[in-house]
């Protein structure tokens, strides 16, 4: 079965970076790209980047240009997005999401749990 | 960018009732647009793809509809499963927008 696994919950204090990791399974990671969304308490979704697993490539969301960097290790199935500089507004739940390619017009068809970042002093 | 326009914001129905969400964008995007529902604690799932195809796994009462920069979501008979948020996204430019959401809640 194809999954997609996150990291658990995080607390950081203002000013701090976060890093998570989104892993992989039941098929093989190179060949469909990851993104990262994000939903605040009372606000939609909202993209933030997208890394093509292949190369490595990334696109950021010109909001969050600044502050954050997906990578991946195709060795370990893993995405990660480090959040840097984080304020109370980045409390979220983070989601990694898989996009399903050209034969679903890009849609993110599988999706991870969530991971909640809470940011507080 | 593009925008993605979603109406109306919220919405009550009753079980079995027929409803329809629309989305609108500011430009044309051909049929890359797409339907999400999420639910509080869960994880996001993609119901229609490209419009008006239906996922694999997803009951028939869902239905998708539109090209260009119109697009509907049908639900035929609403379930009592079916009460959550739905999210409409396009992804025809990497800006991969998403609608700003529409809450369906039991009347």
């Known amino acids: 079965q194809v999954h997609l696994v996150q990291s658990g919950a995080e607390v950081k204090k203002p000013g701090a970076s976060v890093k998570l990791s989104c892993k992989a399974s039941g098929y093989t990671v190179t060949s469909y790209d990851i993104h990262w969304v994000r939903q605040a308490p009372g606000h939609g979704l909202e993209w933030m980047g997208w890394?093509?697993?292949?190369?490595?490539?990334?696109k950021y969301s010109q909001k969050f240009q600044d502050r954050v960097t997906i990578t991946r290790d195709t060795s370990a199935s893993t995405a990660y997005m480090e959040l840097r500089s984080l304020r109370s507004e980045d409390t979220a739940v983070y989601y990694c999401?898989?996009?399903?390619?050209?034969?679903?017009?890009?849609?993110?068809?599988?999706w991870g749990q969530g991971t909640m970042v809470t940011v507080s002093s | 960018d593009i925008q993605m326009t979603q109406s109306p914001s919220s919405l009550s129905a009753f079980v079995g009732d027929r409803v329809s969400i629309t989305c609108r964008a500011s430009q044309t995007i051909s049929n890359y647009l797409h339907w999400y529902q999420l639910k509080p604690g869960k994880a996001p799932e993609l119901l229609i793809y490209a419009a008006s195809s239906l996922q694999s796994g997803v009951p028939s009462r869902f239905s998708g509809s539109g090209s260009g920069t119109d697009f509907t979501l049908t639900i035929s008979s609403l379930q009592p499963d079916d009460f959550a948020t739905y999210y409409c996204q396009e992804t025809y430019s990497t800006s991969f927008t998403f609608g700003q959401g529409t809450k369906l809640e039991i009347k």
């Open positions: 890394i093509i697993t292949g190369n490595g490539k990334t």
């Open positions: 999401a898989r996009d399903s390619g050209s034969y679903l017009r890009d849609a993110f068809d599988i």
